[in-house]
């Protein structure tokens, strides 16, 4: 299996309206789960996706094997909270599989999504999509990273800025189902070829082909908050 590496230079869902504010006690995993994690405990993992449901067999069971892996490895799932698309396919497998969910959504996209069903979770209101970011960033232990459209970009491009600024240390994995995120790696490695990013330091992003080598690799490089 190969793998990319660039380096740089509480409320239940439906059942009242959950305040905004910090991520609070980390959801409690299935309490017949043994721990997991490269440290020995369960990971918060903030999963970014797409909101649609995208035409592709193979990126929906990507989706749906990377929920499902989260609940089955005593995971917590961290996600943008709505029930549509890619993230509600996410959200319905891990959830099936006995994860606990926090979503993080701001108030004018819950309002908006009420009517479209997501699983029991543990609901973060923010006020704003820069908000919600922030929350994810700082409540989660790593983020996996599927196909997406442009909120999916936004959300990972955070990610990357902060680990480049040496603001985060938490790893970044995309999961790179029928090439997806190909042109992006390439991308990035014209920012390199022009020096408008740098070669040095830790890694910004990793990208594995399979959400089986997303969920170890997360495993092993993060650190569960204390
Ligand atoms: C466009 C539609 C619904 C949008 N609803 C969303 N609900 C919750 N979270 C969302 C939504 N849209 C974007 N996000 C966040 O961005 C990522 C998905 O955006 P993308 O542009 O589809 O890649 C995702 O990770 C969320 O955190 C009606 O279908």
């Not at 990377?66 to 005593?74: A, D, F, K, P, V």
């Not at 996600?79 to 599989?97: F, K, N, P, Q, T």
Request: hydrophobic share 35%; net charge negative; charged share 20%.
């Amino acid at each position: 299996m190969t793998s990319t590496t660039l380096e740089p230079g509480a409320g239940v869902r439906g059942s009242g309206e959950p305040p905004e504010g910090g991520p609070g006690t980390p959801p409690a995993g299935r309490a017949d789960t043994p721990p997991a994690g490269g440290s020995g405990g369960p990971l918060d993992i903030c999963v970014f996706c797409g909101a649609g449901r995208s035409n592709s067999r193979a990126i929906v069971d990507t989706a749906r094997t990377t929920g499902r892996l989260i609940g089955e490895r005593g995971h917590h799932l961290v996600y943008g909270g709505g029930g549509s698309g890619l993230m509600g396919e996410v959200a319905w497998a891990a959830s099936e599989s006995g994860a606990a969910i926090r979503g993080i959504i701001p108030r004018f996209l819950y309002e908006r999504e009420r009517a479209i069903a997501a699983p029991v979770q543990e609901t973060q209101l923010t006020d704003t999509l820069h908000r919600r970011k922030e929350h994810m960033l700082r409540g989660s232990d790593a983020f996996i990273a599927l196909p997406g459209g442009y909120g999916t970009l936004d959300e990972i491009l955070e990610v990357i800025s902060a680990t480049y600024l040496g603001r985060s240390a938490k790893p970044l994995v995309l999961v790179n189902t029928e090439g997806f995120w190909d042109g992006f790696v390439s991308l990035v490695e014209t920012l390199r070829r022009y020096e408008l990013v740098a070669h040095a330091g830790q890694p910004v992003f990793h990208c594995v082909p399979s959400p089986e080598a997303a969920v170890s690799l997360v495993e092993r490089l993060a650190v569960p908050a204390a």
